[in-house]
């Protein structure tokens, strides 16, 4: 038996053990017992086992439902980047904007666009929206990343960006190079620094006006349950003022 055909026997295992319905994804709309688990340390009722989404897609997904954001978007025929693309939302998107969605990574090969989002190579004011989900924990310079996100951005334009909170402040060391070091204090080998809520004047700085958004200041708790998405974090929506450009 080749090891493709026991992932995928081991896989529809799972999906038969979680069977039922006291969880809903809504990005995939499939049901479950429970969700899967998900992350180091792991984490319960995380991961959904039909589309791979954890509690921060289904949160956002479930609040672009709820506002209209995307739909607006595409309604409008505005242009979206999307950066990093996750595996459950792409071909949605795709399908309600077509030619009007980009995605880019610096070092995946199946998007469309190779971009270091510290030097985007695009002109000012190209697109009118954007979604940047766990890259800046990654990014040596945030601060530049998120002034290019601010430039490429029409005005009024607005990128959503989730990073995860897991220090009182922000936290960083660039002299920090060993991967042992950086799975001690940054929790992944990647990460090259923790951030805390002291972000926020990072975004400020740039020029955004800036949105927290927390799932339990949208949802009710029967909605954070029935969707697992109490642990989806902050949205940070950063908006290019009208007068900016």
């Known amino acids: 038996?080749?090891?493709?055909?026991?992932?995928?026997?081991?896989?529809?295992?799972?999906?038969?053990?979680?069977?039922?319905?006291?969880?809903?994804?809504?990005?995939?709309?499939?049901?479950?017992?429970?969700?899967?688990?998900?992350?180091?340390?792991?984490?319960?009722?995380?991961?959904?086992?039909?589309?791979?989404?954890?509690?921060?897609?289904?949160?956002?997904?479930?609040?672009w439902e709820k506002t209209g954001m995307v739909d607006d978007l595409a309604m409008k025929g505005k242009r979206f980047l999307h950066l990093a693309p996750e595996r459950c939302f792409e071909a949605k998107l795709r399908s309600m904007m077509g030619e009007n969605y980009v995605t880019a990574d610096y070092l995946e090969p199946c998007v469309d666009l190779k971009l270091d989002i510290c030097r985007m190579d695009l002109p000012d004011a190209c697109f009118d929206a954007a979604y940047c989900a766990h890259v800046l924990e990654h990014v040596d310079d945030d601060r530049a990343a998120m002034r290019e996100f601010l430039r490429i951005l029409k005005p009024g334009g607005w990128v959503i960006f989730t990073i995860p909170i897991t220090a009182d402040r922000t936290f960083e060391d660039p002299s920090i190079k060993d991967p042992k070091k950086r799975l001690e204090l940054f929790g992944q080998v990647d990460h090259v620094r923790r951030y805390g809520m002291d972000v926020i004047s990072r975004f400020t700085d740039a020029g955004f006006d800036l949105t927290v958004v927390k799932p339990e200041e949208v949802f009710s708790p029967e909605e954070l349950k029935a969707y697992a998405m109490a642990a989806g974090g902050e949205l940070f929506i950063c908006e290019k003022p009208l007068a900016h450009g």
């Open 1 to 63: 038996m080749s090891l493709n055909l026991k992932k995928k026997i081991k896989h529809q295992l799972r999906i038969l053990v979680s069977f039922g319905s006291n969880v809903k994804c809504p990005v995939c709309n499939h049901t479950a017992r429970e969700f899967w688990t998900f992350g180091f340390p792991e984490r319960k009722n995380a991961r959904c086992l039909h589309c791979d989404s954890l509690e921060r897609h289904r949160w956002l997904w479930k609040y």
